[in-house]
């Protein structure tokens, strides 16, 4: 590619970005359109496998694709060789889940989930043949292959839901909903990359990458228990709030999952190939953080500030009791994108025990949280997990200045002006709220001061990032 690392960087964001605004979009339509067709309790029996299907996905990688991505030279033994484990470690996975899922069933007292838990945990033998074609077109840094990719399965995925929901599937429509995303992406996948199994495979291709992969199995896997933890603890103590934080969940990672995934899967290949210029990686990273804050504050605060007039309009009143809930999420997803963005970088200059280390921590915080909230309402044991993160993010910084150059309170100076500007931009949308009632009115409002002010606030601050996007996208555009 013809580009400097500026350009190059900024073309992966955008274009990651455009997958995951995509996906985000159709998600969000859909969900929305089958949660007014469905129930809160359908919304609970499919949570409370969240757990279960999130460590299944973790295991299934197992940290191969990241060190393959990490390695700069990558045989095709070596692909082959971690195709293979990967699909073996499926099929064992979805054997073990399907045999767990009375244990599973009698643990929430649901013998519902006797039937739809082996439909749900389907998905993932069937996302495993699809791994190394997706850990290639990234490495490779072909992420408008990627958005194509993930728009179109989000879109016949999405249809296939609508169609079940309207013709009366109930909870089943949840059910088959991961098994029908995965069976298009792996298809589609398989026609856009060339890559086909080929050579030699076995697990001395593996051993190579197994010190790097294995920290990162182990720091996924507890970073998954930390995030999906609450799915398990509230479906036990209190089953139908599963289905509100289900809901809620899904509409905040409109904006987490949306920054975090374009984010991270954009730069680490792209850090990952100047890995061994420390100055220029540096650079490269603090940039990231900047354009990291810059979106990620206001978008995630701006949920928060919407979400009550925006529910009213959209979901039916069952499901109203789940707003406070995404407006702590989205206030604590702020620091999970920036998590996400420092544990990239540890990542990418092969410090995976570094990662480890800080989710060890994590876990003792997260489950220190739940021991002193669990006697607590939800809505409590949810503003817990919120300061957990934030206790998260600032260790992580520690580490990440420790190890990389970027010291602690350089981020800090870094991410402050977008603080203030998105405090800034919260105070002003908040004051229709003293003299509006109608949501109709009230929800358009919020969202143009909003963008207002922050827009207004970063140009008169002078904020490079903005000038540096907008200068990108009207050079794209000539």
Not at 199 to 218: D, M, N, Q, T, V
Not at 232 to 243: H, T
Not at 357 to 364: A, G, V, Y
Request: proline share 3%; aromatic share 14%.
């Amino acid at each position: 590619m013809n580009k400097n690392l500026k350009e190059k960087t900024i073309y992966a964001l955008l274009w990651s970005l455009f997958d995951r605004f995509g996906q985000q979009i159709l998600i969000f339509v859909v969900n929305i359109i089958v949660s007014n067709i469905l129930s809160v309790d359908d919304y609970a029996l499919t949570g409370s496998l969240a757990l279960f299907t999130a460590l299944g996905t973790i295991m299934l990688d197992s940290g191969f694709s990241s060190a393959l991505i990490q390695k700069i030279d990558v045989s095709k033994e070596e692909y082959k060789s971690v195709f293979v484990f990967n699909i073996t470690i499926s099929i064992i996975l979805f054997i073990i889940l399907c045999l767990s899922t009375p244990l599973i069933a009698n643990f929430y007292d649901k013998k519902e989930l006797l039937y739809i838990a082996p439909l749900v945990f389907l998905a993932l033998p069937i996302n495993s043949l699809g791994i190394i074609q997706n850990t290639i077109l990234t490495k490779e840094v072909r992420f408008k292959e990627l958005a194509k990719i993930n728009v179109i399965t989000t879109f016949i995925s999405g249809i296939a839901s609508l169609t079940m929901a309207l013709s009366g599937f109930g909870v089943w429509t949840l059910a088959v909903q991961p098994s029908i995303i995965a069976f298009v992406r792996v298809i589609l996948l398989w026609k856009r990359s060339s890559w086909r199994p080929q050579g030699e495979y076995g697990l001395k291709y593996i051993k190579p990458l197994f010190s790097f992969a294995s920290h990162l199995l182990l720091a996924s896997t507890i970073n998954t228990v930390f995030n999906n933890i609450y799915y398990f603890i509230i479906g036990k103590v209190y089953f139908r709030q599963v289905g509100y934080y289900n809901n809620a969940n899904k509409i905040s990672e409109m904006g987490v999952g949306f920054l975090h995934t374009s984010i991270q899967s954009a730069t680490y290949p792209i850090f990952s190939s100047i890995q061994n210029e420390t100055e220029r990686l540096i650079n490269a990273f603090r940039k990231t953080i900047r354009f990291t804050s810059f979106i990620s504050f206001p978008a995630m605060a701006g949920i928060a500030i919407i979400s009550t007039p925006f529910i009213h309009l959209i979901l039916k009143e069952e499901w109203w009791p789940c707003i406070p809930y995404i407006q702590v999420l989205a206030i604590g997803g702020i620091f999970t994108i920036l998590t996400a963005v420092n544990n990239n970088f540890i990542k990418v200059i092969g410090k995976s025990n570094i990662i480890l280390r800080i989710e060890f921590i994590k876990i003792i915080l997260i489950f220190t949280a739940i021991a002193l909230t669990i006697k607590s309402s939800i809505l409590v044991m949810l503003e817990a997990q919120a300061v957990v993160r934030i206790m998260v993010y600032i260790i992580n910084i520690y580490y990440s200045g420790k190890f990389t150059g970027y010291k602690f309170h350089l981020q800090l100076k870094d991410i402050f002006p977008y603080i203030v500007l998105t405090l800034m931009m919260t105070f002003i949308s908040l004051i229709p709220i003293c003299f509006i009632s109608s949501d109709f009115l009230l929800l358009p409002l919020q969202i143009v001061l909003g963008i207002l002010s922050y827009s207004l606030g970063a140009f008169l601050t002078g904020s490079k990032i903005m000038k540096e996007s907008i200068d990108f996208i009207l050079k794209k555009r000539t």
